[in-house]
């Protein structure tokens, strides 16, 4: 079978949603920083109405990067530009944005608070996609998020179909992920998230162009899913799409607003 046949058979969920990449300040401990966007930072974001869900990836403070070394793709991590975590939120409707602008203003006075750098990655409706590719109530117990840089020379239409139809597949195919979701983006735009006080600065060689997150029954299955030949073969396939791929350990993925309701404690 064809894997853009196996993509059509994968049970998805379409979704309207964008990524917050977060850096906390260096001014004080890294643990400071993240114990506040966790609460009180995230109230308010909670409180946005129009929220779908609202999840927080914290990412590992060590990652150098666990996408295995692949010729003409960049994946080590910059230290320089290494994320802290990011802030996924998944929207009602495309009306939402209009619907929260009050609280939206709230989130941006107190990002100085806890944050030096933020940026705003959105995709068009249905751009963020959820596969099902576990059996109901099967654990993640652990989790990866990878970001792609499309590279020179190939068109934004072309590396979204690369992914959707060609990676999606493969990477489900592994049969070891118990969480696939992804997005893709439209071009980042610093005005959609132009926060005061805090830096907005993404070079054009910096930029992303969809996310992955994968999950896992527990760490060991992660560490052996990136150390597979069937892993490294996938990478010499993405390697004419993509110029880097960022791999994140993820420590924490924590759910603030689940089916458009705030929860009174965030699930992990």
């Given at each position: 079978m064809s894997t853009s046949s196996f993509a059509a058979r994968l049970d998805v969920q379409k979704h309207f949603s964008s990524s917050?990449?977060?850096?906390?300040?260096?001014?004080q401990p890294r643990q400071t920083g993240m114990a506040y966007w966790k609460s009180p930072h995230s109230g308010?974001?909670?409180?946005t109405p129009g929220m779908s869900e609202y999840r927080q990836l914290h990412l590992a403070e060590q990652n150098?990067?666990?996408w295995p070394v692949t010729d003409r793709v960049e994946t080590s991590i910059p230290v320089g530009r290494k994320i802290d975590g990011v802030a996924e939120v998944t929207l009602q409707s495309v009306l939402s944005p209009l619907q929260g602008r009050k609280q939206t203003r709230l989130a941006y006075e107190d990002e100085v608070n806890v944050f030096r750098r933020t940026l705003l990655y959105a995709g068009l409706p249905n751009s963020s996609r959820w596969y099902d590719v576990a059996p109901r109530g099967a654990a993640v117990g652990a989790r990866a998020l990878v970001y792609l840089r499309?590279?020179?020379g190939?068109?934004?239409r072309t590396f979204r179909r690369y992914v959707n139809e060609q990676l999606v597949p493969a990477l489900a195919g592994t049969g070891v992920l118990r969480e696939l979701r992804t997005q893709t983006f439209l071009p980042w735009i610093e005005k959609l998230w132009d926060t005061p006080n805090v830096a907005h600065d993404n070079p054009d060689d910096q930029h992303f162009h969809a996310s992955i997150v994968l999950g896992f029954a527990d760490a060991a299955a992660r560490d052996a899913f990136f150390k597979s030949p069937e892993v490294a073969e996938l990478s010499d396939a993405l390697a004419p799409f993509a110029s880097a791929v960022h791999a994140y350990e993820v420590s924490e993925a924590l759910t603030f607003v689940k089916d458009g309701v705030i929860l009174p404690q965030y699930q992990q």
């Open positions: 917050i990449l977060l850096w906390v300040r260096s001014d308010i974001i909670s409180a150098p990067g666990l499309r590279r020179d190939v068109g934004g």
